[in-house]
């Protein structure tokens, strides 16, 4: 037994021996200072740039080797705002020593201080991150695929935390004059090991010229043994958002998420559990395959109520000063960008609520491939009815096009138009359908370029507004010889049925076919409404069928069979209804006169014996 003691004692001594053997050669001989000048000159000589580094390099021993330094900064190009690109206050890096002999890794600590980073740009397109890519043309040797980072491969990795505090990312462009701020107050890694999971938390502030944004956020973080895929889970994340143009100038916003990504199969997929902002709540999840050329995106959303109009501002003349501004020197969207990404995403929505329309049930599903923007299927039910839609936008070409089918059954045009459009003209329940095609994204172009033609039918409803029976009693009255008639009644005309057909061509909407019955009067004719200037020019013919007075009434047959002439001009949130009296006259006598021809023949043939 004392020979084994004596054993251990001696195994002990020696490697206490090596270690102070270890510290003394790498203070004594092994100085990492002495490398300080080579370092400064190979900056100096690959991006221009001057590396300062003011501190002394320090070793660390216990309880692990590492190494200490400071007060490091990186210069920027000549003659920029910021002189310096890049500064750090401290940085320390303790790894053990022992393990990775056995290609294992032990990170007692990582800590980083004090990252500052300043990003210029400037109207002649220079930029902070010039030069930093060294010298051009150099290429590193390829590996064989079986033999490519071989030399890298970890047994284990283990870190006692990571802590990043204080770092701070500010940016500048000369050409908006603008400067962003962005601070990463503190990142906290906990005891990490591959296969195990460890904690994590964040705290972040942005300074935007128009907004304001604070971030924390905490989770759980997993990197397989094998470093092929990495996991984050409950990753829970809580903003604050403050600016002008904010709903309320301020909002908060909380999800809760949770990641994989897997390295080999170059997928990444995410479920989004829990999410809020302004009193909307919604989840869904996603899955996008990375590895082909052109990224995929298989993605689903449902959201709960949504009340667009709590997200509007309270006064809208700026956005409308803002938008006529544009309107002026408007330019073609980029669509380019449709072209990245191929997309499948499907939504529902409980109900949405915007300028006071009210909409529930919403269903889309959408898909983009090659630059080509398909929704196959848009539907909602509103106002007892039902929305159906279908478009495609491709966006292959500079100047964008378009296709739509779109219909609506069953739905109350009342309510609708009050809400939609503050008009109170049309009653009745109402079938719609309309299909188009047009090219160019700009706004006015939209109305020029748009062809489309659709039929629509309205039953059991009304026109607010105009009382035609009323309006041809008026006229029946003076044309008996009391001009001083004018009728009290409601402004309000009653039909079984209103149908029509029409087309839209270089902002012009034509209805070539409307059609009106109700048990008093029908109603046909034509016209056309300017979708540009909003200006309605219709032309009716009205003929009476029953009494003008109702059931009961005794003047059934007064005006039967006389073309009545009536119009609406105007606009379309202005409407003006009219009726031709010099016409109606015209029409009156020509009846009379047609009468009187009439009598004359019949006491003429009643002279000549019938003949």
């Known amino acids: 037994m004392e020979s084994v003691m004596k054993i251990v004692k001696w195994i002990l001594i020696a490697f206490v021996s090596l270690f102070i053997l270890l510290v003394g050669y790498l203070t004594l001989v092994f100085d990492p200072n002495d490398f300080k000048p080579q370092i400064v000159d190979a900056v100096k000589e690959q991006t221009g740039r001057e590396l300062r580094i003011n501190q002394d390099l320090s070793w660390t021993f216990f309880p692990s080797i590492g190494i200490a330094l400071g007060d490091i900064s990186l210069s920027n190009p000549t003659g920029f705002k910021n002189s310096d690109m890049v500064k750090v206050n401290n940085m320390v890096a303790e790894v053990a020593l022992m393990p990775l002999l056995s290609k294992e890794v032990e990170i007692s600590q990582l800590n980083l201080d004090g990252l500052t980073v ?85 705290r972040f ?15 759980q973080l997993t990197v397989a043994e094998n470093l092929a895929q990495i996991k984050i889970e409950n990753f829970a994340i809580s903003n604050d958002i403050k600016g002008e143009a904010i709903p309320n100038k301020a909002m908060t916003v909380a999800l809760k998420t949770s990641l994989t990504l897997d390295l080999n199969q170059k997928q990444v997929s995410g479920l989004l559990s829990e999410f809020s902002a302004s009193e909307i709540q919604a989840s869904g999840k996603f899955d996008v395959d990375y590895g082909a050329k052109v990224p995929a995106i298989v993605a689903s959303l449902e959201l709960g ?23 002026g020197s408007a330019k073609e969207p980029d669509l380019s960008g449709m072209k990245a990404v191929n997309l499948k995403f ?27 923007l398909d929704l ?19 966006g292959r070409q500079s100047v964008a096009s378009y296709r739509f089918d779109k219909s609506i059954s069953g739905i109350q045009v009342r309510p609708l138009l009050t809400d939609a459009a503050g008009v109170d003209m049309l009653a009745g329940t109402t079938n719609f359908s309309v299909s188009g095609s047009g090219k160019s994204l700009i706004p006015d172009n939209i109305k020029r370029n748009l062809v489309a033609k659709g039929q629509f039918e309205v039953a059991d409803g009304a026109l607010y507004g105009v009382n035609i029976p009323q309006m041809i009693r008026d006229a ?4 008996s010889g009391d001009l001083s008639a004018s009728g009290a009644g409601e402004k309000k005309t009653d039909f079984t049925s209103l149908t029509g057909s029409f087309s839209m061509a270089k902002g012009v909407v034509t209805n070539p076919d409307l059609a009106m019955a109700s048990p008093l009067i029908r109603l046909a004719g034509k016209g056309t409404v300017n979708a540009i200037s909003e200006a309605i020019d219709y032309k009716l013919t009205t ?21 009545i002439p009536f119009s609406i001009t105007g606009t379309a949130t202005e409407p003006k209804f009219g009726l031709d009296t010099e016409a109606l006259f015209d029409a009156k006598l020509k009846q009379e006169t047609e009468k009187a021809t009439e009598k004359l023949k019949d006491g003429l043939f009643k002279k000549l014996g019938g003949f």
């Open 543 to 563: 003929s009476v069928v029953g009494s003008l007075e109702g059931q009961g009434g005794g003047e059934r047959d007064a005006l039967q069979g006389i073309e």
């Open 476 to 479: 029946q009255a003076k044309l």
């Open 205 to 219: 502030t942005a300074t935007l010229p128009d907004m304001f944004v604070s971030s924390e956020g905490a989770g």
């Open 118 to 202: 300043y990003l210029d740009t400037y109207k002649d397109g220079r930029t902070s991150l010039d030069g930093l890519n060294g010298k051009e043309g150099a290429k590193p040797e390829s590996q064989a695929p079986d033999q490519a980072g071989s030399g890298a491969q970890i047994k284990r990795l283990n870190i006692g935390g990571v802590t990043i505090t204080n770092t701070q990312i500010h940016l500048f462009d000369e050409a908006s004059t603008t400067t962003q701020l962005f601070v990463l107050e503190k990142f906290a890694l906990g005891e990490f090991s591959l296969g195990q999971l460890a904690d994590f938390s964040y």
């Open 305 to 327: 109520d949504i009340d667009l109009d709590k997200l509007m501002p309270k006064s809208d003349t700026d956005q409308e000063q803002t938008t006529q501004t544009a309107s």
């Open 346 to 372: 499907d939504m529902r929505i409980k109900s949405v609520t915007v300028a006071k329309l009210k909409t529930t049930n919403w269903m889309m599903k959408l898909g983009l491939k090659d630059g080509v």
């Open 376 to 394: 196959s299927q848009l539907s909602a039910d509103l106002y007892q009815g039902k929305l159906q839609a279908k478009a495609q936008l491709d």
